[in-house]
């Protein structure tokens, strides 16, 4: 089975602009999480998508949203980047929407606003 | 609330010694479980264990093992004759209070020298 596959790999931006990070789950994996992982805050909950819906949330602002399609890939959008976005961005993906389950994770993209 | 530690910040040592990783987690639930996550310098995190609560006995792969001990709240993970492509950053992880999400601990940097 391919694993969690995330595009693109690297990303350089400059602050104001948006940016868009695509996540493809293992196939039959509905469960999409994305995480942020910087090193001053490590890693932390963006948010979770299953079927189609964000069903959690972190605590992060407005500017970060995401979506699910139907066939369980999932994108995340950071509007209005700040230098502070600069970060590896995860992705992971499991059956469930439920943290017991496994979750695997992408190789991630990594962010650089400048 | 749910919380994971991670006392160590950074661990070095030679090839072939062992090295314990520790785990310390704080919990009110009676059910639940346990990861271990590996971070090589590629920033793909890499599932290595989940445990639940209920079972206590130690398991091993190949030169991985986990002590699990409820009694002292603690989850450790220790490499058998370390090998230079086990550097890496090692979490334990662990279900937020409403089990939506994953905790992370802050990690533990394993630096092998050859």
């Known amino acids: 089975k391919a694993g969690v596959t995330q595009t693109p790999r690297y990303l350089i931006k400059t602050r104001g602009q948006q940016v868009t990070l695509s996540c493809s789950p293992i196939?039959?994996?509905?469960?999409v999480s994305w995480y942020q992982q910087t090193p001053g805050q490590g890693l932390q909950f963006l948010f979770e998508?299953?079927?189609?819906?964000?069903?959690n949330k972190g605590n992060f602002p407005g500017r970060f949203s995401g979506r699910q399609f139907s066939n369980s890939r999932s994108e995340m959008n950071v509007s209005t980047l700040e230098l502070g976005d600069s970060a590896l961005y995860l992705c992971a993906s499991s059956f469930r929407p439920r943290s017991i389950d496994t979750q695997y994770f992408g190789p991630g993209t990594r962010l650089t606003v400048l | 609330a749910q919380k994971v530690t991670q006392a160590q910040t950074e661990i070095s040592v030679v090839e072939k010694e062992d090295v314990t990783l520790d785990c310390v987690y704080e919990t009110r639930d009676t059910t639940y479980y346990l990861f271990w996550y590996k971070q090589p310098p590629s920033g793909e995190l890499v599932f290595l264990i989940r445990r639940n609560s209920f079972d206590e006995q130690n398991e091993i792969s190949g030169r991985y093992s986990w002590n699990f001990q409820k009694s002292t709240s603690s989850f450790n993970f220790t490499i058998t004759a370390s090998q230079v492509v086990d550097s890496a950053v090692y979490f334990c992880?662990?279900?937020?209070?409403?089990?939506?999400?994953?905790?992370f601990g802050a990690g533990t940097i394993l630096r092998v020298k050859s």
């Open positions: 998508y299953f079927s189609e819906t964000q069903r």
């Open positions: 992880a662990f279900p937020n209070e409403t089990g939506n999400k994953l905790v």
């Open positions: 196939s039959g994996h509905r469960s």
